[in-house]
T-cell receptor, first 112, second 116 residues
Framework: GESVGLHLPTLSVQEGDNSIINCAYSNSASDYFIWYKQESGKGPQFIIDIRSNMDKRQGQRVTVLLNKTVKHLSLQIAATQPGDSAVYFCAERFGSARQLTFGSGTQLTVLP | DAGVIQSPRHEVTEMGQEVTLRCKPISGHDYLFWYRQTMMRGLELLIYFNNNVPIDDSGMPEDRFSAKMPNASFSTLKIQPSEPRDSAVYFC??????????????FGQGTRLTVV
């Protein structure tokens, strides 16, 4: 029979445009959040993280926004490049736990 | 540092055989995690160690799975006997102690396991 896998949300953007990838997290007690990028055939790669006492954090070409009221996290990528094409995962952690809980991911495709 | 190193990169084995996956964490990192990634279930934590001691193995699917960390620079994940439903990409990740921003887990390249 046909296998059923996760249906990854997809986002296609033109090269040079800005990208916004969204994530709804599950646990209102989570106090730490992180974004990973996974290219085909590779392991997840750290992009940027943020604590729950912050609502915005910027890195190089990336910005993470946190809205605790609606349990929403977003990743903004400025001037998207072909090398940004990948699956992007958000993850959360709460309390003294050291492990991360990952979301299902979003496939970003950059169009030439 | 070469990052987290996993071996083998690919493994094809027959059902019922024993499979051992290996991981060398980043030097100085105190935590080591084993994850499994499938299309059906995404990224799942199997087990993690702190200073070579298993802390949480609640994600290990069955008794067929076992993990060890005999020293700070080496860990194994063993499946015995293997089954076709164990086919997945297995990732090892490590991180250092502390809660500073930017110190989160770094992942290896993964081992793609196929059980036929």
């Amino acid at each position: 029979g046909e296998s059923v896998g996760l249906h990854l949300p997809t986002l296609s953007v033109q090269e040079g445009d800005n990208s916004i990838i969204n994530c709804a997290y599950s646990n209102s007690a989570s106090d730490y959040f992180i974004w990973y990028k996974q290219e085909s055939g590779k392991g997840p790669q750290f992009i940027i993280d943020i604590r729950s006492n912050m609502d915005k954090r910027q890195g190089q070409r990336v910005t993470v926004l946190l809205n605790k009221t609606v349990k929403h996290l977003s990743l903004q990528i400025a001037a998207t490049q072909p090398g940004d094409s990948a699956v992007y995962f958000c993850a959360e952690r709460f309390g003294s736990a050291r492990q991360l809980t990952f979301g299902s991911g979003t496939q970003l495709t950059v169009l030439p | 540092d070469a990052g987290v190193i996993q071996s083998p990169r690919h493994e094809v084995t027959e059902m019922g055989q024993e499979v051992t996956l290996r991981c060398k964490p980043i030097s100085g990192h105190d935590y080591l995690f084993w994850y499994r990634q499938t299309m059906m279930r995404g990224l799942e934590l199997l087990i993690y160690f702190n200073n070579n001691v298993p802390i949480d193995d609640s994600g290990m699917p069955e008794d067929r799975f076992s993990a060890k960390m005999p020293n700070a620079s080496f860990s194994t994940l063993k499946i015995q006997p293997s089954e076709p439903r164990d086919s997945a990409v297995y990732f090892c990740a490590s991180r250092q102690q502390g809660t500073l921003l930017g110190t989160e887990a770094f992942f290896g390249q993964g081992t793609r396991l196929t059980v036929v």
